[in-house]
């Protein structure tokens, strides 16, 4: 059966996304070089601090992937009425929960980091960085829904200018409040975090009232009818395996900084530059891999569960061929790159070893996240929770092993990096060729 979904079509749901990434890790790319002029303990406590954090919002990422992938489905099916019911209760739930989780986390957070982390400076850097980035956390759930019903319903045009707004606001918050200027108290570290908090609130506040003024009333967003447990129940059979699965990803990222950590305070200096390069790399994978999601369960909804593997073959070339241009450009320009983030030649001449594995890392992580995107946008994300479990504990063993048994280089410990990405892709083609998700109901 030829495929109806042309490569102009994935790119035109995509590339907003992508564009909405762009001016996300343009954030991440300024916290990480203003940090950077602060120091290495700062440097070092805002990756440990702001993964941490990560970690708790992945718990909202998973739970509004998995309204994204019941919204897609019901477009997919013609029944758009039930759209805004889906994401009526993802607000609402995920608002109480958003809440729940800052009362635990604000206060376990310090007795963690004292345990987690070796040097008592970064420690304390990370503790002060998570106890102000925290509070961003309900922000964050809030776009979170509503990205999921515009992804949901492939309108993903204002993700973008929503992103552009988050950053705009964060940079100059960022400049104002790490070093004092404009008038602002100095706070250092915690100038990085408060800043990060103020801007997720103007971006929620913006991609909501843009909402709110669409021509929404054939999804019936926004009429707030009642409370449904049968639905609840549906939504979370659907996200509990995505929550733990993402939250468990990002928290193997956070105990392989522990790792690297225990390396000393430069090698995890060089690691936070990696990291904020290495996540330009994952730029394009991100957006495809979301759209990869909901053009599957859109797919499966209309009948043509057929066309799942070779629409997720087509999107993953498309994909490959968007990461090698921006690899190439790392590989030439890497000492350049760095620069911006710091003028120590010992971190530069650190660093420039691990950019060369990050480059093939991203290919193997292209084909990763496009196939592993496709398990959970056909329903079966318990599988694919199964699949992340399983690689992930090959990836963190592989870091342990090179790292603190053999004691081995701070760039062949990040070859874990490759490692994942192989084995995901493997496994999740594997699983999408055997056909065993096509009677899954969501």
Not at 64 to 70: D, E, K, L, V
Not at 116 to 143: E, K, Q
Not at 231 to 237: A, E, G, Q, V
Not at 287 to 315: P, Y
Request: charged residues 10%.
């Amino acid at each position: 059966m030829k495929l109806d979904i042309s490569y102009r079509e994935i790119w035109r749901v995509a590339y907003p996304i992508i564009l909405g990434s762009v001016a996300q890790n343009i954030l991440n790319i300024t916290d990480t070089a203003f940090l950077g002029r602060v120091g290495e303990i700062a440097l070092g406590g805002g990756v440990l601090g702001g993964l941490l954090y990560h970690v708790l919002l992945m718990l909202g990422w998973g739970m509004a992937m998995g309204g994204q992938i019941i919204v897609a489905r019901r477009v997919g099916e013609g029944a758009n009425e039930a759209v805004g019911r889906v994401v009526e209760h993802l607000l609402f739930t995920l608002g109480a929960f958003a809440i729940l989780i800052m009362l635990f986390a604000h206060a376990l957070h310090p007795a963690f980091f004292s345990i987690a982390v070796r040097s008592n400076l970064v420690c304390d850097s990370a503790s002060s960085f998570f106890g102000y980035r925290l509070f961003g956390l309900p922000f964050a759930f809030l776009t979170y829904s509503l990205n999921a019903f515009l992804i949901g319903i492939t309108r993903t045009k204002v993700i973008t200018l929503t992103s552009f707004i988050t950053v705009f606001v964060n940079i100059v918050l960022d400049y104002g409040l790490i070093f004092g200027n404009f008038g602002l108290p100095q706070m250092g570290v915690r100038g990085a975090a408060l800043a990060s908090v103020i801007a997720e609130i103007a971006g929620a506040t913006f991609l909501l009232v843009y909402i709110s003024r669409m021509n929404v009333s054939k999804y019936k967003l926004f009429n707030f009818s009642s409370f449904s447990k049968k639905l609840l129940k549906s939504i979370l059979d659907i996200s509990w395996p995505l929550m733990l699965q993402f939250s468990l990803s990002i928290f193997v990222w956070f105990v392989f900084f522990l790792i690297i950590e225990k390396m000393g305070e430069t090698p995890l200096a060089v690691s936070n530059i990696v990291r904020s390069i290495y996540i330009i790399l994952m730029i394009p994978i991100w957006g495809f891999a979301s759209a990869t999601n909901s053009f599957v369960s859109q797919h499966i909804g209309k009948g043509k569960s057929d066309q799942v593997v070779k629409l997720v073959v087509k999107v993953m070339v498309i994909t490959l061929a968007s990461v090698l241009v921006l690899s190439a450009l790392v590989l030439l320009l890497g000492d350049s790159i760095i620069k911006i983030y710091t003028n120590d030649e010992h971190i530069i001449n650190a660093t420039l070893p691990v950019i060369r594995v990050i480059a093939i890392a991203a290919l193997t992580m292209a084909s990763a996240f496009i196939s592993f995107n496709g398990v959970s946008g056909t329903g079966s994300t318990k599988v694919s929770f199964a699949i992340e479990v399983f690689t992930l504990t090959f990836y963190l063993g592989w870091a342990y092993l090179i790292a603190i048994i053999l004691a081995k280089s701070l760039s062949l410990v990040w070859t874990s990096e490759v490692l994942y990405g192989i084995l995901v892709t493997v496994i999740s083609i594997i699983y999408l060729r055997t056909g065993r998700w096509k009677n899954r109901v969501v």
